[in-house]
């Protein structure tokens, strides 16, 4: 799993001034090729490091630290012997909205992909939502704020607390 103390992480680089989950989750994620082999396993259904290799054109090693670091940090598991397989975790599978998130982006801003994603169920088109956990009313971008999360201590002001 991911240690910032001991400075392990896919990224090499720590977001340490950074309080904030999105910088963290980037630690793990925002590496160059990182959200493509996610997107592979997830949609493409990739499970063998040539699949990953063939369809990205990615280079083994690097492809080999990606996956390596997402089994380390717990988002996929490696398959058992040496054909090099790999299955995303419950972990792993929680980064499906994010990609479907990110991609919706990229079709609305910088002209539509190749994929629809469809509801296996029904084969609807589905879509990530921003939404009112209280009220249940749909959101714009525009009507969403952040704000501390309850009992959210900042690390220097915990840090300081304890040196007292």
């Not at 989950?21 to 592979?40: H, K, N, P, Q, T």
């Not at 493409?44 to 390596?68: G, M, Q, W, Y």
């Not at 090099?84 to 792993?92: A, D, F, I, V």
Request: proline share 4%.
């Amino acid at each position: 799993m991911h240690d910032a103390s001991k400075g392990i992480n896919v990224l090499g680089k720590l977001y340490e001034k950074q309080e904030c989950s999105a910088a963290r989750a980037l630690e793990i994620v925002g590496e160059r090729w990182s959200l493509l082999i996610l997107r592979d396993a997830m949609f493409k259904h990739c499970t063998r490091f040539s699949e990953f290799e063939r369809s990205l054109e990615v280079a083994p090693n690097i492809l080999s630290k990606r996956l390596d670091g997402f089994v380390e940090e717990g988002i996929m598991e490696a398959g058992a012997g040496g054909d090099r397989q790999y299955h995303l975790t419950p972990k792993g599978l929680g980064l499906k909205p994010v990609v479907m998130a990110l991609t919706a982006w990229g079709d609305e801003w910088l002209g539509q992909g190749p994929a629809q994603f469809h509801h296996v169920g029904c084969g609807g088109t589905a879509q990530v939502e921003l939404r009112c956990e209280t009220c249940g009313e749909a959101l714009s971008a525009a009507d969403v704020a952040a704000r501390p999360a309850p009992g959210f201590v900042p690390r220097r002001q915990g840090r300081r607390a304890k040196g007292r």
